[in-house]
């Protein structure tokens, strides 16, 4: 029950999330239009990226919690994976588009109404910055939400170089702020996506996590009793939080299939909390190993 309400404020926090994006978009876009600030559009096809994220992770969300069928045996839990990869691709894919734009922009500067650009960049920074605080519990146990948190984090910060930008312009005149406030927020998601890009393709991939050594998982198995040698060995995750190993165990001696219950259970138990590996099956065989070629 208590699980069932956590993610129900999961959920309620997204939906509130995603409103707010929507609106900052939409304001953004058309004071960016008037005022001429390249920055302002920057800011607004960054918040529409981040509604984009917010929505896709409310329903990945959704979906990553409905129940498993002889069908679809792992459930929909990859859907949040999945979720997290296309907001970063969209995002890097938006950063790009900016940087050239900004570049453009340096070699044709445009007026810049600072007015406009220094209230929205406030109502930005506003807005994103209670959607932060909003998802900040949950980013933590959630790669899908934590892609949206990021998202929103990110504009939060750009929103402070856009009304540091108006300040600039309105002090000074210096219409240059606005293409070089523009740059510095595309390199900022850029590096900050890539690394989110990194560990949902790791995933999806199906890799070994970079925090468990195969090799060390195999040492610490073949030290238990009974156990000759582990090999076949594959570690991935299903998601950022559910990491699954599958391996075959050659056996010393050629025991009951009730006998190894006490051999599994120890093994399972020293991945759990040497590994914090979640999902475990072995195949158990008698001389059956030949080197590590299997039968």
């Known amino acids: 029950m208590a699980h069932d309400h956590a993610h129900h404020h999961t959920h ?3 939906g509130i999330t995603f409103l707010l994006n929507i609106v900052i978009t939409v304001a953004q876009f058309i004071g960016g239009l008037i005022s001429g600030s390249l920055a302002l559009i920057s800011d607004a096809i960054h918040n529409l990226s981040d509604g984009i994220a917010v929505l896709l992770a409310y329903i990945a969300d959704r979906l990553g919690h409905r129940e498993k069928t002889a069908q679809h045996s792992f459930g929909y839990k990859r859907a949040e994976i999945l979720a997290a990869f296309i907001n970063a691709l969209v995002l890097i894919a938006i950063s790009f588009y900016l940087m050239i734009e900004a570049v453009d922009r340096f070699a044709n500067p445009q007026p810049v109404d600072f ?4 209230g929205l960049g406030i109502l930005g920074f506003l807005a994103n910055g209670f959607s932060v605080f909003l998802l900040h519990d949950d980013h933590h146990n959630n790669l899908n939400v934590k892609a949206a948190y990021l ?3 990110g504009d939060a910060l750009t929103s402070l170089a856009v009304i540091a930008g108006a300040l600039f312009i309105w ?3 210096w219409t240059w702020i606005d293409p070089l406030v523009t740059l510095l ?3 900022y998601l850029l590096v900050h996506t890539f690394q989110l890009l990194k560990e949902s393709t790791e995933i999806l991939m199906q890799f070994a996590p970079a925090s468990i050594d ?4 195999k040492s610490e198995l073949e030290k238990i009793s009974g156990v000759k040698q582990v090999y076949h060995i594959h570690i991935w995750r299903l998601t950022d939080h559910s990491i699954h190993f599958e391996a075959h165990v050659e056996l010393d ?9 006490s051999i ?3 093994m399972t138990a020293s991945l759990h909390r040497e590994f914090k590996i979640t999902h475990v099956t072995f195949q158990f065989e008698y001389k059956c190993g030949n080197g590590g070629k299997g039968c």
Not at 214 to 217: A, G, L, N, Q, R
Request: charged share 20%; proline share 3%.
């Open 151 to 153: 998202h929103l984090l």
């Open 264 to 266: 599994n259970e120890e």
């Open 253 to 261: 001696a050629d025991l009951k299939l009730s006998q190894t219950e």
């Open 171 to 173: 002090a000074w005149g």
């Open 214 to 217: 195969p090799v060390m998982v």
């Open 115 to 118: 007015k406009w650009m220094l």
């Open 12 to 14: 309620t926090r997204l």
């Open 185 to 187: 927020i595309s390199i």
